[in-house]
């Protein structure tokens, strides 16, 4: 069955190439548009000269071109692997169909020129770069609906422009927002053949159940198998089931994979707003720019707790220490009753040992658990490991909190907060235990990639 969804990704690109003209570096806009050339993040070139065929680019003719001819000649065309080709058909797509003055006909003809070129006419054809400067001067963007009711997200995924898309979902845009027909981003990518995109929607959390107004899922939608199985396969996925569970309970408000050297390494659930009392909801901003980014492992069975009322002190509302850390009532370091407090740490990797973090499989590997926190300067105070390198034999009684040395920037590990006000809980975050335990990060590296 033919769906009605409109949005697209293509294959990952091999070296692209477009005539010898296309070197010319940015795009030129005279009296009349002559030219439109980039390059993107890929390496592929883009040159589109104008006037402009659209009939053609779809391989079509005017006389002969209904809606859903030129719907089928844009789906066709629009999985070529070449960037050139994809961006030629997504314009030409999106000439035909908008209904805004953007392009103007020339009498007598088929050929189009660009009247006024704006946010929707950048990300049909695709330059990235230019689209993202936009954005930088006008926020909002990322929020705006053409004509048809359809987001750039929506735009850039119909067209398989993988660069963009990734950008627009850095930048804030509403993964799940549903287009007038009822359709998502992850409708259009998977409607028009677009793997690679469907994969990085599911990765920072696009839901597969939405329905649109013909009763269509994403995963029904789909124009090949590939495309099915990734979303069949996401549905089954431990976290990003979790993650729809807890959105649903008004939780989490969105998930985002972290990066590190072109492979996720992190699975970030960020606390819904709306779990924040108003005073910490207004100065959310300035508590994001001016705290103290730092992390606490947890088990599973806390998560849902943590994410509705935040931290709270050992000794509050009948919470206990875990097994095998110390008491309520004990002194250590000098300080009685040293367990009635919050406790944090600046290394991800002291606080994701499996004595504070729980771990979980999804996808057939293992996740630590944690929670990013940020934590008022000065109203903590920071301790050594209290904990040996150690590793327990057979039979061997357990001992409390045991922990791998930590040293330079890492060193004193233990932040010990007695208040509940001085912390903010943002995120829920999953990291592969594997790139712990192989120490692919450092100190340096991890608050680089999880600082906002």
Same mark, same amino acid.
């Given at each position: 069955?033919?769906?009605?969804?409109?949005?697209?990704?293509?294959?990952?690109?091999?070296?692209?190439?477009?005539?010898?003209?296309?070197?010319?570096?940015?795009?030129?806009?005279?009296?009349?548009?002559?030219?439109?050339?980039?390059?993107?993040?890929?390496?592929?070139?883009?040159?589109?000269?104008?006037?402009?065929?659209?009939?053609?680019?779809?391989?079509?003719?005017?006389?002969?071109?209904?809606?859903?001819?030129?719907?089928?000649?844009?789906?066709?065309?629009?999985?070529?692997?070449?960037?050139?080709?994809?961006?030629?058909?997504?314009?030409?797509?999106?000439?035909?169909?908008?209904?805004?003055?953007?392009?103007?006909?020339?009498?007598?003809?088929?050929?189009?020129?660009?009247?006024?070129?704006?946010?929707?006419?950048?990300?049909?054809?695709?330059?990235?770069?230019?689209?993202?400067?936009?954005?930088?001067?006008?926020?909002?963007?990322?929020?705006?609906?053409?004509?048809?009711?359809?987001?750039?997200?929506?735009?850039?995924?119909?067209?398989?422009?993988?660069?963009?898309?990734?950008?627009l979902l850095q930048k804030g845009a509403d993964i799940n927002k549903i287009q007038?027909?009822?359709?998502?981003?992850?409708?259009?990518?998977?409607?028009?053949?677009?793997?690679?995109?469907?994969?990085?929607?599911?990765?920072?959390?696009?839901?597969?159940?939405?329905?649109?107004?013909?009763?269509?899922?994403?995963?029904?939608?789909?124009?090949?198998?590939?495309?099915?199985?990734?979303?069949?396969?996401?549905?089954?996925?431990?976290?990003?089931?979790?993650? &729809?569970? !807890?959105?649903? %309970?008004?939780?989490?408000? /969105?998930?985002?994979?972290? +990066?590190?050297?072109?492979? =996720?390494?992190?699975?970030?659930?960020?606390?819904?707003?709306?779990?924040?009392?108003?005073?910490?909801?207004?100065?959310?901003?300035?508590?994001?720019?001016?705290?103290?980014?730092?992390?606490?492992?947890?088990?599973?069975?806390?998560?849902?707790?943590?994410?509705?009322?935040?931290?709270?002190?050992?000794?509050?509302?009948?919470?206990?220490?875990?097994?095998?850390?110390?008491?309520?009532?004990?002194?250590?370091?000098?300080?009685?009753?040293?367990?009635?407090?919050?406790?944090?740490?600046?290394?991800?990797?002291?606080?994701?040992?499996?004595?504070?973090?729980?771990?979980?499989?999804?996808?057939?590997?293992?996740?630590?658990?944690?929670?990013?926190?940020?934590?008022?300067?000065?109203?903590?105070?920071?301790?050594?490991? &209290?904990? !040996?390198?150690? %590793?327990?034999?057979?039979? /061997?009684?357990?001992?409390? +909190?045991?922990?791998?040395? =930590?040293?330079?920037?890492?060193?004193?590990?233990?932040?010990?907060?007695?208040?509940?006000?001085?912390?903010?809980?943002?995120?829920?975050?999953?990291?592969?235990?594997?790139?712990?335990?192989?120490?692919?990060?450092?100190?340096?590296?991890?608050?680089?990639?999880?600082?906002?």
């Open positions: 069955m033919a769906s009605r969804a409109e949005g697209s990704h293509s294959r990952r690109k091999k070296r692209e190439t477009t005539p010898s003209s296309a070197a010319k570096p940015t795009s030129r806009a005279d009296e009349r548009l002559t030219y439109i050339s980039y390059t993107a993040c890929g390496g592929g070139q883009v040159y589109i000269r104008f006037p402009f065929n659209p009939w053609q680019a779809l391989g079509l003719t005017s006389n002969s071109a209904s809606r859903d001819a030129v719907k089928m000649a844009f789906r066709n065309k629009i999985t070529q692997p070449q960037r050139q080709n994809r961006a030629l058909a997504s314009l030409a797509n999106h000439i035909l169909t908008s209904t805004e003055p953007r392009y103007q006909r020339l009498p007598g003809s088929d050929l189009y020129t660009i009247r006024s070129r704006d946010h929707f006419t950048i990300a049909a054809y695709g330059n990235t770069e230019e689209l993202r400067a936009l954005i930088g001067r006008n926020k909002s963007l990322v929020k705006e609906s053409d004509e048809h009711g359809r987001t750039l997200l929506y735009l850039a995924c119909k067209s398989g422009f993988y660069d963009m898309v990734k950008m007038r027909d009822g359709s998502t981003s992850l409708h259009a990518a998977a409607f028009f053949g677009h793997p690679l995109v469907v994969g990085l929607l599911l990765e920072y959390g696009a839901q597969s159940d939405i329905k649109n107004k013909w009763g269509q899922t994403a995963l029904q939608e789909s124009h090949s198998t590939t495309i099915a199985n990734l979303i069949t396969n996401a549905s089954s996925d431990f976290i990003f089931s979790l993650k &729809t569970k !807890l959105t649903a %309970e008004q939780l989490v408000s /969105e998930m985002r994979p972290i +990066e590190f050297k072109g492979k =996720v390494i992190a699975k970030e659930l960020i606390r819904s707003p709306n779990t924040l009392d108003p005073k910490t909801r207004r100065g959310l901003n300035t508590i994001l720019k001016t705290w103290e980014m730092t992390w606490h492992g947890t088990q599973f069975e806390h998560i849902e707790s943590i994410l509705a009322n935040g931290l709270l002190p050992a000794g509050t509302r009948g919470i206990k220490p875990p097994d095998n850390h110390f008491k309520l009532g004990e002194t250590f370091f000098g300080i009685k009753n040293w367990a009635a407090a919050i406790f944090l740490s600046p290394s991800i990797l002291y606080s994701a040992h499996a004595a504070y973090s729980g771990r979980v499989m999804s996808n057939k590997e293992q996740w630590s658990i944690l929670f990013k926190v940020y934590c008022h300067p000065g109203s903590y105070k920071s301790y050594d490991p &209290t904990v !040996l390198s150690y %590793e327990g034999m057979d039979g /061997e009684p357990d001992l409390p +909190e045991y922990r791998v040395p =930590v040293e330079g920037d890492d060193k004193e590990v233990i932040l010990r907060v007695e208040s509940e006000r001085s912390v903010v809980v943002r995120s829920l975050i999953f990291i592969r235990t594997s790139v712990l335990e192989n120490q692919e990060l450092n100190f340096k590296d991890t608050v680089k990639i999880f600082k906002e």
